[in-house]
């Protein structure tokens, strides 16, 4: 199914002081997933942030901070789909070669790898767009990212002055940003150098999720196979044998019991004799 999550709203200031987190977001299950089955999510800030730090931890924790959104009933760990000068995208977040969905149900990849239509193939099923929450502020299109479309760290132009860091990568002095509407290489590498000081979005991905089986109790069985209690069946009549001792015979059909049938016979006679021997009488007289 295409599902429809379900968004609840509320509000957490970061501590880079721009970006909202949409609390209660609950994501559901993409359509064709199976009990068991593994994938991730996606998603794009609401809001935004500079990139002058080169560490990723400061990343990800803008990316968990940006929402709360639980599947399952758990909350989902998200990480930041961005390099830095010692980390490249596609290692930071790893290759689990799960499909991967928008948080609307739209599956943007078919596995998080460099294998063809892949998060990391140049060639995206579907552009990731969808953030959670409300309308989003600030620039709607560009991302940062700092990463080339195989998902390694970019390196622009040589080295920021000053450092070993290659410009182009999050905490140079200049770093890539992606268009998250675009579906070919441009999701991550849309325009370089941007200053790191400019404010614009950024993607998260989540942690590897589990397709749970449904709780028996809420799914409606199937009417073909279930057994009724006979205890609550009423039966058709035209079937039901009657309990003999508690029928009304017809009184057209009964047959008389013999013992029954003799001595109504000698009652009849005897009343008989009775009335032949008045009737002499009386003529006698």
């Given at each position: ?37 593994h ?14 730090s ?13 929402s ?14 961005g390099?830095t ?33 892949g ?69 991550s ?7 790191i000081?400019?404010?614009y ?61 003799i ?23």
């Open positions: 199914m295409r599902f429809i999550s379900t968004i609840l709203f509320g509000s957490v200031i970061t501590a880079f002081g721009v970006d909202i987190a949409s609390a209660g977001a609950i994501l559901s299950t993409p359509h064709g997933l199976q009990a068991g089955g994938f991730r999510f996606v998603y794009v800030t609401r809001m935004t942030t500079t990139v002058y080169s560490d990723i931890a400061t990343y990800d924790a803008f990316i968990n901070k940006s709360d959104a639980t599947y399952n009933g758990e909350r989902i760990t998200w990480k930041a789909i390099s000068s010692s980390v490249n995208a596609i290692n930071h977040i790893g290759v689990t070669g799960y499909p991967v969905y928008n948080v609307d149900g739209v599956r943007v990849a078919a596995t998080d790898s460099t294998g063809p239509h998060l990391w193939s140049g060639s995206l099923e579907s552009s990731i767009s969808q953030y959670i929450g409300s309308k989003p502020t600030g620039n709607d299109t560009y991302v940062w990212t700092g990463t080339n479309t195989d998902g390694t760290a970019t390196a622009y132009g040589g080295t920021t002055p000053g450092t070993d860091s290659p410009t182009g990568t999050l905490g140079s002095s200049r770093a890539t940003v992606g268009d998250r509407f675009s579906s070919d290489y441009k999701w590498t849309y325009w370089y150098p941007e200053t000081y400019t404010h979005k950024m993607y998260g991905i989540s942690e590897e999720l589990t397709v749970m089986a449904p709780d028996p109790s809420t799914v409606a069985p199937d009417p073909s196979t279930v057994v009724p209690d006979p205890s609550t069946v009423v039966p058709d009549p035209s079937t039901v044998v009657p309990d003999p001792s508690t029928v009304v015979p017809d009184p057209s059909t009964v047959v008389p019991e013999p013992s029954t049938a001595m109504t016979g000698i009652g009849c006679l005897f009343a008989l004799a009775c009335c032949v021997k008045r009737k002499r009488s009386s003529h006698s007289q």
